[in-house]
């Protein structure tokens, strides 16, 4: 495969805050897509003017020289993974040492229902979260909870935009982004992924805490949902100090997980949580 014939303006369909995405204009890949991984890094800038690289951020501020590569060799790996298991992605093969190929997809949306009213927005993209332990977002918003609960591995609707927001299965089905069908079948296909993932992190000592997944419909055949974008270690919530009782609640909570309340605002951490380079370098070697 001529690279340099793909990766060019004219081929462009996205830019990303981490990956460019090309048509592929001809040969035995024509019309599907290539995923660039690029070392774009997002985080904020400190009050000296000086980049921080944080992967919470949505805002590029820099290039971290190997994070495409190592992000390419990451999300190959699960997809290669997945792929053994039979579970339906988007992705096709990988070319070279920074570019995957896939099956183009657009991801889960709908076109603003009322776009004459102002403040209408379409819904451009929905994300799939995952929990198998309570943590995150889910102690904050349910703080009644205790941290490190057995969630069973709980699976949660967020649109994406400037601010996530939660939304029910009703909802999706009500205002007619997905059928009841639809989203039966994402919940389980989001589980059985989660599942693969999960065994692999097990069977490295590790436990996933929770994750997050992206899914589309694929452009070309019947529009089959599938897992598309990536499995990168800033989507998993990772330890390496789960003890779970029979019931599947972490033991370790009172020693590990930290949290605080300030000025009406939640914080929780775990001490023993795995950031994303930890995370490579678990997977990767």
Partial sequence: MDLARIIR?????YSGKSKDVYRIPEGSYADKYAFVFTDRATGYVDDKG?????????TVVGDIPGKGAIAFRFAAYFFELLKKSGIPTHYIATAGETVMIVEPADPLGLPAGGAEFEGSAPLQNLEW????NAMGSFWRRYPFVRPGKNLHRVVEAWTKGDTDILITYEALEAAGVMTREEIAYVDKLVKD??????????ARGL???DGK???GRLKHGDGKIVLIDEISPDVLRTCNGYAPDDAG????HRECIRTTFTNGKRTIKGRKQLDAAELEKAVLG
């Fill in 193 to 202: 992924i989660a599942e693969v993932v999960c065994r692999d992190f097990a």
């Fill in 129 to 132: 979260t995952w929990r198998n």
């Fill in 50 to 58: 000086m980049p921080v690289f944080d992967p919470g951020y949505d």
């Fill in 207 to 209: 436990h996933i805490v």
């Fill in 213 to 215: 997944f992206e899914l």
């Fill in 249 to 252: 609640d972490c033991t370790a």
């Fill in 9 to 13: 303006k004219e081929n462009l369909v």
